[in-house]
């Protein structure tokens, strides 16, 4: 019998810009997890907010925010997942921070860069996807708008995951697309797909309502988050389930093939 994975999703307000505040109120929404859990998900940029002000927010990744996320990931237990600005070789970068307990650190620097919000002329785009085993999961993190790409976030039988992580900052504007693209990519990939969005408002003026949501391969709703609430919960998703499932209704057998380009 496969492990349950268990998974905690904060659905939050942000402090915009301040990095300071937003560890510190996301420490106090961590120690109130009543439960046991093996990855805790934040959401994207979840110490600034969506913030084009790379040059000056950015950090390297022995500095302030990965340091924080090793200490919540050692006192938890639990992998803390999230995405940040990073700088590297000139470079600066929306990059999604796996940090497991261990110190087992992986990154995957966000693809497909919001042009909307100016982002490609702040940020540099990453080229590579990856799929981080634990705990004899598979899994696949993405940040925000690599959402709307399914070529990107497509599953195969040569390099099969079996969750899908979308952290994001989308706008409530926007919100029948976010909810309806998660589970489209549950169905197309046959996977769990975990979205998790933050709520409020931020300095630009751009309101957000959350919408998080923890889909099954079959597109059915394990958890939606109440929209605009600052919300934590937690739900147990089962690797057996997902094996039978593939088992008795094996599309992926007959998915075109494509190749990703990187």
Known sequence: MAMDLKVTAIQSDLHWEDV???????????????????????????????SMLSQKLSEKMDGKSVSWMIAQAKKTNAVIVGSLIVKESNKYYNRLVWV???????????????????EHSHFSAGTKRIIIEYKGWKICPLVC???????????????QYDLLIYIANWPGARKAPWSKLLEARAIENQSYVVGVNRVGEDGKGYAYTGNSAIINPKGELVSH?????NCTETVSLSLDDLN??????P????????????
């Open 145 to 159: 708008y690599d959402l709307r790409f399914p070529v990107w976030s497509r599953n195969s039988l040569e390099e």
């Open 20 to 50: 300071d505040q937003n560890l510190a109120m996301f420490a106090k929404k961590i120690d109130a997890i009543s439960e046991s859990t093996d990855i805790i998900v934040l959401p994207e940029m979840f110490n600034t907010g969506f």
């Open 244 to 249: 039978s499932f593939r088992k008795v209704f």
């Open 225 to 229: 988050i109440p929209e605009n609430n």
């Open 251 to 262: 599309v992926g057998m007959d998915a075109d093939e494509y190749r990703i380009t990187q």
């Open 100 to 118: 497991q307990p261990d110190e087992v650190i992986h990154v995957y620097d966000k693809r497909h860069l919001f042009r909307m919000a100016d």
